[in-house]
């Protein structure tokens, strides 16, 4: 493997990184979103 193909996946892997990383933040705060909702939503029927 070239030196070069090796920088390109670097950088491809830094890429995937940092979409999974922003993915999973997103995810976080649809799960935080959700459990404000289930609150108001238990708290409404009792």
């Known amino acids: 493997m070239t030196q070069h193909k ?8 830094h890429q995937l990184e940092k979409e999974i990383r922003e993915t999973k933040q997103s995810l976080q705060s649809i799960n ?15």
Request: no cysteine; charged share 35%.
């Open 6 to 13: 090796i920088e390109e996946l670097t950088q491809i892997l």
């Open 32 to 46: 935080k979103s959700i459990d404000k909702y289930d609150k108001y939503a238990y708290v409404k029927v009792s």
